[in-house]
Structures are given as C-alpha cells and as structure tokens.
C-alpha cells in the first residue's frame, strides 16, 4: 500500500513569491491535515480536511496561505507571498477519521516538503 | 485544552542502554497518547498509542510506554538502546471526539556506540 505522498521534497524561493505544495494521502483515508515543522519544534496544525470540508483552519494564517481539497482526495496548500519566516517543513497527513477520535486512529505522514525562503 | 510537555530536548545512552523519553501531558477529558518517531528527512511513524484499557502499551521497535493518570505521564521506554534507534521523537495527545492531536516540541534520542 502507497504511504503519502507530498511534492516536492524540497523547495528555494525568494521572498514575495508563491509556492505550492501537493499531497496525495493514502487511498481510502477521508481525513487530512497540512502541519507546520520549524526546526527544532513538532508539528503545528495549519489545516485539517475532513472529505473535502476544512473542519479547523484556526491556525492557518489566511491573509498569505490558503488550501484545498478537490473531490476529498488531492490537496494542495499555497502560500502567497512567501516571507522569511515561512522557512519550514510542511507535512501532510492522513488517516481514517480524525486521529485522536474514538478509535484513536493513527496518522500516517508523508516525508514533508522542506522550504527555504531567501 | 491540551498540550504536551517532553523533558530534555537531548538525549544520550550507551548502546545496550536502557532508553528512557519522558513526557507529560495536560488535557481536560481523557486524553489518547502517541509516540511518533522521525528519522532525518521523512516523515512522523506511530510507535504505539494508548486509547483506553491496559496502561501498559507495546510498540514497535521494543519501544513501550506507560500510562499514569496520577502523574499525567507517559513515558517511552526501550530495555535496550540500538544504534538504529537513533532518531528524533515526539509524544502526542489527542482529546478523544475533538479530534485534535497536539505534539511535543521533540526528544532527539543519540546512541553512543
């Protein structure tokens, strides 16, 4: 079975420009979530997809990111303009219901997008 | 509310060691616990998780953990270190229906040959 897939791996840019993001979760899992990694610190939670509804966006700076869900599969997370601070890895993540909920599903991760804002 | 405390950002064992990672945690409804570990350059793997039932959790790896409601705690634990343990790990705490985890800023495990 396929993990998750996210791209690119890597990502330079300078700052004021746009980037995006794609992550392609594991077949079947309905929920999907887009974390922030700064160097040093865990996952933050930017989104979190349920099918194709965004069911917590609290945490997503909206003025610069925004995301999407098409169809409840695919996602793809942009951030428009990029600044400095931005300089993170971008994690995504699936699983079958919201982890944490009554089944405690886990959640399975793709290796991240890492990017670098000059 | 809910959040994750993991002491000791650093962690050093001789190889053969006893691995001890410590967190603890604070939420308001009964919590469900994670341990992830991440290698360089990928992404998070779920080592065990406690739900409810036995406090005792087994992982992969030879990793477990131990719930204690009384300390708020849940601590990793390995009899004996590998160098293939060699990683970075964060526990995690989810609030049953909120559906949200809330990880540790991270415990980088080195293991000394």
């Known amino acids: 079975e396929a993990g998750v897939v996210q791209s690119p791996r890597y990502k330079i840019i300078e700052k004021k420009q746009p980037v995006a993001f794609w992550c392609n979760p594991i077949?079947?899992?309905?929920?999907l979530y887009w974390y922030r990694q700064n160097l040093g610190q865990g996952p933050e939670l930017l989104i979190r997809y349920e099918n194709e509804e965004a069911v917590d966006d609290s945490q997503l700076p909206k003025d610069r990111f925004s995301a999407e869900r098409l169809k409840g599969v695919d996602s793809t997370l942009k951030i428009q303009p990029a600044e400095l601070g931005d300089s993170a890895v971008y994690l995504c993540?699936?699983?079958?219901?919201?982890?944490?909920?009554?089944?405690?599903?886990?959640?399975?991760f793709g290796p991240g997008t890492r990017l670098t804002v000059l | 509310a809910q959040s994750v405390t993991q002491l000791g950002s650093h962690v050093s064992v001789s190889e053969g060691a006893l691995v001890l990672l410590r967190c603890n945690y604070s939420s308001s409804v009964p919590p469900y616990l994670f341990w992830y570990v991440q290698y360089p350059n990928q992404g998070l793997q779920l080592l065990l998780k406690?739900?409810?039932?036995?406090?005792l959790v087994k992982g992969i790896n030879g990793f477990e953990a131990e719930f204690k409601k009384s300390e708020t705690s849940f601590h990793l634990t390995k009899p004996s270190a590998h160098m293939s343990d060699a990683a970075e790990y964060f526990c995690?705490?989810?609030?049953?229906?909120?559906?949200?985890?809330?990880f540790g800023t991270g415990t980088k495990l080195q293991v000394i040959p």
């Open positions: 995690a705490v989810g609030s049953g229906g909120y559906q949200k985890v809330t």
């Open positions: 993540a699936s699983s079958l219901e919201g982890a944490g909920g009554p089944k405690g599903n886990e959640q399975f």
């Open positions: 406690y739900t409810t039932g036995a406090t």
């Open positions: 077949s079947g899992h309905n929920t």
